[in-house]
């Protein structure tokens, strides 16, 4: 079992940074690809971005490319999430979450809320 658990959001104003971390305890993340998801409220869940196993492949949603950056260091089994130029659209709850492809995401944290005031 992984448990994951989701630091450094809060409050920030527009055109700020967060950095967010995701860190798991349980079982080593090195064999999982990591992705990073977020809801706001009265909204869909939606995906925002994934890293592989080995950190050589990431991808992200349109709406964050140029922006976030994923990135993960496995000696401290932590994933992170860099966040630019943040706007008040990305007001949300954000989530990581483990999985080994091709099987669906297995793992979920609890999440940390990111406020971006206009």
């Known amino acids: 079992q992984v448990q994951l658990v989701e630091s450094g959001g809060g409050l920030v104003q527009a055109g700020g940074s967060l950095r967010l971390s995701c860190t798991a305890s349980?079982?080593?993340?090195?064999?999982?690809?990591m992705g990073w998801f977020r809801q706001a409220p009265g909204k869909e869940r939606e995906f925002v971005a994934s890293i592989s196993w080995s950190g050589g492949r990431t991808t992200y949603a349109e709406s964050v490319k140029g922006r976030f950056a994923v990135s993960r260091d496995n000696a401290k089994n932590t994933a992170y999430l860099q966040m630019n130029s943040l706007r008040p659209e990305d007001t949300a709850v954000y989530s990581c979450?483990?999985?080994?492809?091709?099987?669906?995401?297995?793992?979920w944290g609890q999440g940390t809320l990111v406020t971006v005031s206009s």
């Open positions: 979450a483990a999985r080994i492809p091709p099987n669906e995401y297995k793992y």
């Open positions: 349980g079982r080593t993340l090195s064999a999982y690809l």
